[in-house]
């Protein structure tokens, strides 16, 4: 026998020997239901937890441990502080992340006793949150050597150029979860559990012996490659991926405009390092950086990792005050931060725009409190009208629909509140974010905003083209989905379409890649749904690639001008490579999640002015040729949608009279149904804003 042969018989006998060697202690062979606080957060979690905190106690006659040994668990649905401890010695905490995974801990020499040892899992504070760990035992060797037992040598590359490419690796365990695997954050890897991102499309890593399932992707755009397999000690694996962009985006380029780092925002888990490699893993061709209150330039870190080709970094800022989180962008280099604290709207809007090179500045997760305030919370803001109820200067030009790291119970919640920003005839543009501070939890590039303008090279985008369409509102807004919207064949997003005839003619798509499904496309005429289609499963046969649904729609020419948006959905993803989150602030023990897809705006100019007139700025003519009188306002009312008829019963309440006066009660009574149903619109959002400000 050759000595190289020998000496790898032996090498392979030896590993094989080390393996039967290791030793394992039970702690719990299942998974605990754990909570602190007297709610459940989920349906799907019992009404009565099994304990607060979790305390095993198991035996050892052995004697203490020499050398570090490992603590092997299963965790789910974790989001706050939970600290494991063992013999009162800490050994760290669960991951913040409420994906079902499997993670490690060390125990230091020592740290084991003869007889009773204790393991305690205990919440760090008292906010609620229903876990699930268990499935614990401990392994008698390192972490290094329980997840270097086997390895795995993987090259992805792109199907059409042949060339390595950057991507996500999923990897999952027998029982589904996210594995832990051997290898580190590096010059080229950003590593989680069950989650290693590579720069370069190649990544080799240790897992324990076991079956597993690995799905590499690339983000929305790209299909996913998977393979499973079942890995002994001491064996290599070595597989080649080959994934390949789906979805047509041509002429459109992938900005996510909510970027954090923990480098620089202090929370989360992301290093700038790390950040510069997900960005690239997930096909963002336009990041946008926006750590609190700094102005942040990723050129370097991007030139460091070596990916500065795969997209062009922008620097931004989120400006974080009491009242509300404005990211901002391009910030000119060297440039001074605006003042945020300031919790008048109009100062901090005022500063924004002075900071030289910013465009763009979008309000954040309208409806999540942060410091006590929800800018579109009833108390603030009447949903019908769109419009602040405190006075409050609405100064931005852009919001977001979509916060994949902090979505919303009503998914479309935020979505009906710009299109009432565009009937009140604010310009504001639609954006899609992920606010990701994290490498795997709620990562980068889920939320999206694709922006009109020249994509050819993205390491060179022109970033004030880019930033002048996004103005402009040519955009699609993609959490999963795309949805393109055209207007007599033409007219796109951010764009007047002229309107000749009594029909106009709307070309619609869905598009998305083929791990997921679009329900449903819904057509959107000043906010109210004017068609709808379900979209069957069968229909994806029939597209070409990257296209889920696709038609042309003939609708009556409205009577006046309307803004048409376009807005599909489809049932959320389970599936760990992209999983679609629950929501941030939930307001039910059963919330559903969704993929959604939305166009931007198409105004439809019916009256020849050339120009969009706004539901508001029609009511404003409406209510001054009426003289106030409501009769008169009532029938000068005909003809109009419902988005006009409740910007009529604003500036009616607003000049001092009751809407609930019987001399506008009777008028209104008798009105076409457009109208009844505008003023009761005004009237429910302003009665909760009512009661919002009675409670507190």
Known sequence: MPAARSTLVLLLILLVCQAASAERIDVTPRMHHLRVGAEREWSDFPEISEATELVLEFNITDGSNKLP???????????QKWKVSLNDASLGELRIDENDMVVYFEIPAGTLVDGVNKLLVQQQGNRVDDVRVGEMWIDDRPISEVVGEASVEI????????????????????????????????????????????????????????????????????????????????????????????????????????????????????TVQERMITIAAEGIELPIATDHNVHIDHEPFAQELNVRRYFTPVIGNEVTTKTGHFNIFPVLAGSKTPNHRSDDWKQTLGGIFATPGVKVAILNHARDVHGGTTPFGPKLFNDAVGENVAGWHMGFNAMEVVNSGATQTDALQLFHDWMALLNRGYSVTPVGSSDSHDVGRHFIGQGRTYIRCDDRNVGNIDVEDAASSFVDGNVMVSYGLLTELKVNGRYESGTIAKVVGDSVSV???????????????????????????????????????????????????????????????????????????????????????????????????????????????????????????????????AGYDKAVAAQAAALLQASGRSLLDDSIQRPLRAAEAPVREGFALFLNAWRESQLANIGG
């Open 155 to 270: 090259s992805v590359s792109d199907t059409d150029s042949q060339q390595p490419t950057p991507c996500r690796i999923t990897i999952l365990n027998e029982s589904g979860s996210l594995q832990s695997a051997g290898c580190e954050s590096n010059d080229h890897l950003a590593v989680r559990p069950g989650i290693v991102y590579t720069s370069t499309g190649q990544a080799t890593f240790g897992l324990p012996a076991g079956a597993y399932r690995v799905i590499v992707g690339r983000g929305f755009e790209y299909s996913i490659d998977e393979v499973s397999f079942m890995i002994r000690a001491g064996e290599t694996l070595r597989h080649k991926f080959s994934i390949q962009r789906e979805v047509p985006t041509e002429g459109y380029v992938a900005c996510d405009t909510h970027v954090h780092t923990r480098t620089h925002s202090g929370h989360g888990d992301a």
């Open 507 to 637: 070309q619609l798509r869905v598009l998305g890649p083929r791990w997921v499904n679009a329900s449903k496309i819904m057509l959107f005429a000043n906010g109210r749904i004017v068609r709808e289609q379900t979209i069957e499963a069968d229909h994806l046969t029939q597209q070409p690639r990257g296209v889920i649904w696709s038609g042309n729609w003939k609708l009556p020419t409205p009577s006046h001008d309307v803004h048409l948006v376009a807005i599909a959905v489809g049932p959320g993803i389970e599936s760990l490579h992209w999983r679609t989150a629950k929501p941030y602030q939930p307001d039910t023990l059963d919330p559903s999640t969704m993929v959604i897809g939305c166009s931007g705006a198409v105004w439809l100019d019916v009256d020849g002015n050339e120009k969009p007139t706004s539901a508001r700025r029609y009511a404003e003519q409406v209510f001054a040729r009426s003289n106030g009188n409501a009769d008169a306002l009532m029938r000068e009312l």
């Open 69 to 79: 040994v490992s603590l092997r668990l299963r965790q789910q649905d974790v989001k």
